[in-house]
């Protein structure tokens, strides 16, 4: 693995969760923990995000344990970022019944020195304002790129698309998408969204796959069958640090214009292999047992089943 990491913003959470498989009342979440957690298995992670008194010791331990880097994971007084979301049926919609931002409500992230040479950067999901402080204080990047939410997109859409104007990525879901450019067309909204400034868009669609937009390519793949789906919370987040975690590993620079398209859809499909295996148990479970060799065969299963 690379020396060079990828630095990685985003909440660091407390979720609880209600799926037709069971519910947890409080388990570690947030889209830092999801994305670095995946990609760590391409390249080295190094997180910025702030938790309350409250966060166990556990769960550091976890984080530390598959090598994440924690000097820019603050820790102050309150409580940790909470969510709480309860699945349909289906599990293709999910209901939030509660987001109560606590410690990041003020967070002002001042960057460990040793972070802002770093080449890669990732804006998981969080105010777009604190994503953007990020991005600010970074001195060498490669490539950047991020994530947003419904949320984000309702409570700080100006804010959202003066922060994105500058990303090379942009990765949300189908619904995300049609809300952000008020349009219901996928093909369409997908088109005005590169009009906002990123070169390449990845729109997740849960279980039915994902799709890359550029000017020069469009690139499709379904979503892998799983047999049992326990919770899907987090898979976006993992698909992202699949995605971007994947060309940390092959050392893209996107800023040069360093553009490799059969690169980029091999991101797109180890993202969708990473969001695949979050869903298999709940939470972070998954990561627990998860080694790179079953990543890289699930790879090649998504090649058989898709080739002709
Ligand atoms: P995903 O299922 O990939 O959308 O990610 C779910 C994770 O996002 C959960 O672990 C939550 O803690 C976290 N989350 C939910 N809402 C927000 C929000 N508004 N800002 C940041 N993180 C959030």
Partial sequence: MQSMSLVVVGSVAYDAIETPYGKRERTLGGSCTYIALSAGYFVKTSIVAVIGEDFAVKDRELLASKGVDLEGLEQVPGKTFFWSGVYSADMNDRNT??????????????????????????????????????????????FVGGDTMNYWIAQTRDELLETIREWDFLLINDSE??????????????????????????????????????????????????????????????????????????????????????????????????????????????????????IDQRFEEFRRFTAF
């Fill in 97 to 142: 019944l509660r987001t109560d931002l606590n410690v990041f409500a003020g967070f002002q992230p001042k960057l460990p020195a040793s972070y802002t040479h770093e080449p890669y950067l990732f804006l998981g999901n969080i105010q777009p304002a604190l994503q953007s402080d990020v991005y600010r204080q970074m001195r060498r990047v490669q």
């Fill in 177 to 294: 998408a049609r809300m952000l450019v008020q349009e219901n067309n996928l093909r369409r909204a997908a088109e005005k969204v590169l009009d906002l400034g990123p070169h390449t868009l990845v729109i997740k669609r849960g279980e039915h796959g994902a799709m890359l937009f550029r000017r020069d390519t469009l690139f499709m793949v379904p979503g892998y069958l799983l047999e049992d789906v326990f919770d899907p919370t987090g898979a976006g987040d993992c698909f992202a640090g699949g995605f971007v975690g994947y060309l940390a590993e092959r050392g893209f620079d996107l800023k040069k214009g360093h553009v490799d398209l059969e690169e980029l859809h091999r991101a797109v499909i180890y993202g969708s292999v990473m969001g695949s295996f979050c869903c298999e148990q709940f939470g972070v479970e998954r990561f627990q047992t998860l080694t790179r060799k079953e």
